[in-house]
């Protein structure tokens, strides 16, 4: 079976049901696991994504209202590449690339059968699992791997079942600032935190700065999505220079960190597991082992004895043996 995969969490699952050598193409997102980087990239950014955060939410309600395309297809590859399977999504217009994307490109794969990913909760991550593994023929490792990672997620819940459940702030998109929704209010609370500022299955929305001060979160988590973690430290000066960022009693306590949303918090797949691991991590680092700091998120500091700066809050990067600090 030959499998064009236009998602990222659509990629991961895949390879995940032992079904990676199907894959002969993939969009511009998909990166994980590292070798599906080296397949041929069906699809690119309609603009340039390197803009600032205010910018490029400007560009796609832009891009949005006069139906312009957020993304590239490239059809004649597809057609190429001949696949039995193209897997794509249809929870976001906005976050990858859609049926519709596909069909605006003149896609001429019609023999394909298209499978549109569509879950905004655990239990329906899950459902996508079985969705893929019944399109590729492997429905039994589908349920498997369904199983395996209920069952990684509940042995977090249950390490820290004891422990008292701090609010949290998880930040999607930082200007203007969206909180996170969807699977993440269920992923807070599956790794013993209480989330704020957002509900299930929901998709995440504006919420106006005033509102974070107001409820003034113990931890807030900065996962922009789309943004891995290096992106997402770029982002700290922008927050930073927010009159009222050093007012957060997560900033003054030392309880902010900037996570790689990319990989971790905005996709509906596999990763959901290592995102519970790393909230647990962040929300209980007395109890829960430092597996994925440095690599996956990383605490930001204001305090200049710590930094070496005056007033400008600043990162940390922890690995063994490693420490940087960056802007």
Request: aromatic share 6%.
């Given at each position: 079976?030959?499998?064009?995969?236009?998602?990222?969490?659509?990629?991961?699952?895949?390879?995940?049901?032992?079904?990676?050598?199907?894959?002969?193409?993939?969009?511009?997102?998909?990166?994980?696991?590292?070798?599906?980087?080296?397949?041929?990239?069906?699809?690119?950014?309609?603009?340039?994504?390197?803009?600032?955060?205010?910018?490029?939410?400007?560009?796609?309600?832009?891009?949005?209202?006069?139906?312009?395309?957020?993304?590239?297809?490239?059809?004649?590859?597809i057609q190429r590449l001949d696949p039995d399977v193209l897997i794509t999504q249809v929870h976001c217009d906005v976050c990858a690339v859609t049926?519709?994307?596909?069909?605006?490109?003149?896609?001429?794969?019609?023999?394909?059968?298209?499978?549109?990913?569509?879950?905004?909760?655990?239990a329906g991550i899950y459902e996508d699992v079985r969705r893929v593994g019944r399109t590729l023929e492997r429905e039994s490792a589908a349920d498997?791997?369904?199983?395996?990672?209920?069952?990684?997620?509940?042995?977090?819940?249950?390490?820290?079942?004891?422990?008292?459940?701090?609010?949290?702030?998880?930040?999607?998109?930082?200007?203007?600032?969206?909180?996170?929704?969807?699977?993440?209010?269920?992923?807070?609370?599956?790794?013993?935190?209480?989330?704020?500022?957002?509900?299930?299955?929901?998709?995440?929305?504006?919420?106006?700065?005033?509102?974070?001060?107001?409820?003034?979160?113990?931890?807030?988590?900065?996962?922009?999505?789309?943004?891995?973690?290096?992106?997402?430290?770029?982002?700290?000066?922008?927050?930073?220079?927010?009159?009222?960022?050093?007012?957060?009693?997560?900033?003054?306590?030392g309880r902010v960190a900037f996570a790689d949303g990319n990989k971790y918090f905005n996709r509906s797949g596999v990763t959901i597991v290592e995102?519970?691991?790393?909230?647990?991590?962040?929300?209980?680092?007395?109890?829960?082992?430092?597996?994925?700091?440095?690599?996956?998120?990383?605490?930001?500091?204001?305090?200049?004895?710590?930094?070496?700066?005056?007033?400008?809050?600043?990162?940390?990067?922890?690995?063994?043996?490693?420490?940087?600090?960056?802007?």
């Amino acid at each position: 079976m030959r499998v064009v995969s236009l998602l990222a969490s659509g990629t991961e699952i895949a390879c995940a049901l032992g079904a990676g050598g199907e894959l002969v193409g993939r969009s511009h997102e998909c990166d994980n696991p590292d070798w599906v980087r080296r397949l041929p990239s069906c699809t690119r950014p309609a603009f340039d994504v390197t803009m600032a955060s205010a910018e490029i939410d400007a560009e796609v309600r832009r891009r949005v209202k006069a139906g312009e395309p957020l993304y590239h297809v490239d059809a004649d590859l597809i057609q190429r590449l001949d696949p039995d399977v193209l897997i794509t999504q249809v929870h976001c217009d906005v976050c990858a690339v859609t049926p519709g994307d596909i069909a605006r490109a003149g896609s001429t794969a019609r023999s394909a059968q298209v499978v549109a990913l569509a879950a905004g909760t655990i239990a329906g991550i899950y459902e996508d699992v079985r969705r893929v593994g019944r399109t590729l023929e492997r429905e039994s490792a589908a349920d498997d791997l369904a199983a395996d990672m209920r069952r990684r997620i509940e042995a977090v819940t249950t390490s820290v079942a004891t422990r008292p459940r701090p609010s949290v702030a998880v930040i999607e998109w930082t200007d203007p600032v969206f909180t996170a929704a969807n699977w993440m209010p269920e992923l807070v609370e599956a790794a013993g935190g209480t989330p704020l500022l957002t509900r299930d299955a929901e998709h995440s929305t504006i919420v106006p700065w005033q509102r974070i001060v107001d409820a003034d979160p113990d931890y807030v988590i900065v996962a922009p999505c789309g943004f891995d973690l290096d992106r997402t430290i770029r982002e700290a000066a922008g927050l930073a220079g927010r009159p009222e960022w050093s007012t957060l009693s997560a900033v003054r306590n030392g309880r902010v960190a900037f996570a790689d949303g990319n990989k971790y918090f905005n996709r509906s797949g596999v990763t959901i597991v290592e995102t519970v691991e790393i909230l647990a991590e962040i929300l209980h680092a007395d109890c829960v082992p430092a597996r994925w700091r440095g690599t996956a998120w990383t605490a930001y500091s204001r305090r200049p004895e710590q930094t070496g700066e005056r007033e400008k809050g600043r990162i940390t990067r922890s690995r063994p043996g490693i420490t940087r600090t960056g802007a």
